[in-house]
């Protein structure tokens, strides 16, 4: 892919023409939730290329894209309506169609807690995530419903697991699918910013969950190897590295 149409309002974009932007001469500018973020604004964000945000960057403002692989993440953001108004990658997205209800699924986990999420009056689609056990939700053998309304503007990145060759592996943070997804668009060019967590600080998505020393130093060190892992497999792809610490 060498185009991609982003929503913009004209006086937005210097690049955009007709909405579409080219992908092999404009940069992907790829932006996680870490502080070293706020450096910067929308306006530049948008000014420098395709903007692809993760997960609760949507709080702030509106990426051209925006990308989350966790399924918990993945319903909010239908929840709070985003995917009616504005671009989505979700990891894996294979969403059931409404015509086919969950209970008639023979894999379904009928020993779990089932709840479900939205209405299914005017739903196109339909996904499921379950938790075994999870204190910090305080849940245990809970199936949760989410359905998808009609209109929805979400596509699928996919993991490693599922098929993509150069992917990353499924339990990868979303950072590292919006590299992905970029790359996969045909960006030539990638900036990153706000992927403070590879320098020891957590940014508000990863937050939620603890601190680093809660979390622990092998899980960050899966997260790097998993950036390394992709990149290699794009060696012409120019990357610059704009966290905390300055790398």
Known sequence: MTHVSVIRHVEEHPLCTNWTMNTATTPAIIIGNGPSRKKYTEEQFKEWGVTYGCNTLRHTFSPDFLVASDPWHQQQIIEEGYTLKYNCIFRDWEPIPSGIHWSELS?????????????????????????????????????????????????????????????????????????????????????????????????????????????????????????????SFWPEVIVEWRNGNGA
């Not at 979400?154 to 499924?170: D, H, L, N, P, Q």
């Not at 950072?175 to 960006?187: D, I, T, V, Y």
């Not at 020393?213 to 190897?225: A, L, P, S, T, Y």
């Open 107 to 231: 894999m379904w986990p009928s020993t779990y807690n089932t709840v479900t999420h939205g209405s299914e009056k005017g739903s196109e689609s339909w996904f499921m995530w379950a938790n075994e056990s999870d204190d910090r939700l305080g849940e245990h053998m809970t199936a949760h419903v989410i359905y998808v309304p009609k209109g929805s503007r979400i596509e699928s990145v996919r993991s490693r697991e599922t098929g993509a060759v150069k992917g990353v592996r499924s339990t990868g943070p979303a950072g590292a699918f919006a590299m992905q997804a970029a790359l996969e668009k045909g960006h030539e060019k990638l900036v990153v910013i706000g992927f403070d967590a590879l320098t020891g600080e957590l940014g508000s998505s990863s937050r939620q969950w603890g601190r680093i020393d809660e979390i622990g130093h092998d899980f960050m060190d899966e997260w790097e190897r998993d950036y390394e892992s992709l990149l």
